[in-house]
């Protein structure tokens, strides 16, 4: 079985700054291999990509509407990855999961998911 806990959302006023964690257990698959990323729902639209990392940490992928604002990073000595978001804005309030897979994916079809944690973003 995969685990994926996803932590660090909360309120936070606009323009500030969060940072989530997604720490991933399990025996089946080594997560050091596996690609991880980040998603995000706003309530009535669909999930969609906000970021995504490779097994090793060298190739990050990003929304066009997170660029130069939000960071991911992982620790394969952990089995954690992390989303830094920075300058905050109201549309970015949402559920953010974590996901893993063999590599990253800009749709949803990924093998593993947590089951979110939600950012709010205030004016």
């Known amino acids: 079985q995969v685990q994926l806990v996803e932590s660090g959302g909360g309120l936070v006023q606009a323009g500030g700054s969060l940072r989530l964690s997604c720490a991933a257990s399990?025996?089946?698959?080594?997560?050091?291999?596996?690609?991880m990323g980040w998603f995000r729902q706003a309530p009535g639209k669909e999930r969609e990509f906000v970021a995504g990392i490779s097994w090793s940490g060298g190739n990050t992928y990003y929304a066009d509407s997170v660029k130069g604002r939000f960071t991911i990073s992982r620790d394969n000595a952990k089995n954690t990855v992390y989303l830094q978001m920075n300058s905050l804005k109201p549309e970015d309030t949402a559920v953010y999961y974590c996901?893993?897979?063999?590599?990253?994916?800009?749709?949803?079809?990924?093998?593993?998911w947590g089951r979110g944690t939600q950012v709010t973003v205030s004016s």
């Open positions: 996901a893993v897979d063999k590599i990253v994916k800009l749709t949803a079809a990924w093998d593993y």
């Open positions: 399990g025996r089946t698959i080594t997560f050091s291999t596996y690609a």
